[in-house]
């Protein structure tokens, strides 16, 4: 699976819309890009993948660029809800044959 | 069940006693995957099954960790003579398997597991 890098961390203003970025510069034609979040003593939970598309969900959009080497998750009116750690996982979607690896992911703070 | 279900939530145990966490994936789900956090790190992927095939085993630790799916649903983690380093929260994940939007993984809540 492609590696992917994101910033460690972020703050966002509550109500503001936050925009996490990610890199995956070496993604391969059938791999999707996957965001999970990780709320403190909580289950990573899903929520939005794409191919090449942007794609928009209840939760959030996923925007990924033309060559795919990034894409950005913007969710669109950040709450405190929202403080957590969010992971961008690039992954082929063949079949479930192997785990996902979570990297470092990025600890966004919302602020009041 | 709607979710991912794991038990128990919470484990205190003493060091050399052996654990069983128990994992309930969602309903349907061929593919399961155990991984474990330790406080302030990141996820470590553990084992993962699908469906008859053998298990991918690469990412447990030791040979005091084991797992087993019985008939293709519940799954059991099993430590055998825990150590304070097995302490972290063990979750449990599943998915449909298949290709695509099919493969997304859901997450249970996690056991918490505390070797004193």
């Known amino acids: 699976d492609a590696k992917t890098t994101q910033p460690p961390s972020m703050d966002c203003a509550e109500g503001r819309a936050a925009n996490l970025p990610c890199n995956h510069s070496t993604i391969s034609g059938n791999e999707y890009v996957y965001w999970y979040r990780q709320i403190h003593s909580q289950g990573p939970q899903y929520i939005i993948h794409g191919l090449k598309n942007n794609e928009t969900n209840e939760m959030a959009s996923l925007i990924i660029t033309e060559d795919r080497k990034s894409s950005t998750l913007i969710l669109p009116h950040a709450t405190l809800r929202d403080t957590a750690v969010y992971y961008c996982?690039?992954?082929?979607?063949?079949?479930?044959?192997?785990?996902?690896?979570f990297g470092s992911g990025t600890r966004l703070q919302v602020q009041p | 069940g709607a979710g991912v279900s794991q038990s128990p939530s919470n484990k205190v145990t003493e060091k050399g006693k052996d654990v069983e966490l128990r994992c309930d994936p969602i309903?349907?789900?061929?593919?399961l995957y155990w991984y474990r956090q330790s406080l302030g790190q990141g996820l470590e992927f553990l084992i993962y099954?699908?469906?008859?095939?053998?298990?991918?085993k690469s990412g447990l630790p030791s040979d005091r960790f084991s797992a087993e799916r019985t008939g293709g649903s519940v799954s059991t983690l099993t430590i055998q003579r825990t150590q304070q380093e097995d302490s972290a929260v063990y979750l449990c994940?599943?998915?449909?398997?298949?290709?695509?939007?099919?493969?997304?993984?859901?997450f249970g809540e996690g056991s918490w597991l505390t070797v004193v």
């Open positions: 994940a599943s998915s449909l398997g298949g290709t695509g939007p099919l493969n997304t993984i859901y």
């Open positions: 996982i690039v992954r082929v979607a063949d079949t479930g044959r192997r785990a996902l690896t």
């Open positions: 099954f699908q469906g008859n095939s053998a298990p991918d």
């Open positions: 309903s349907g789900h061929t593919a």
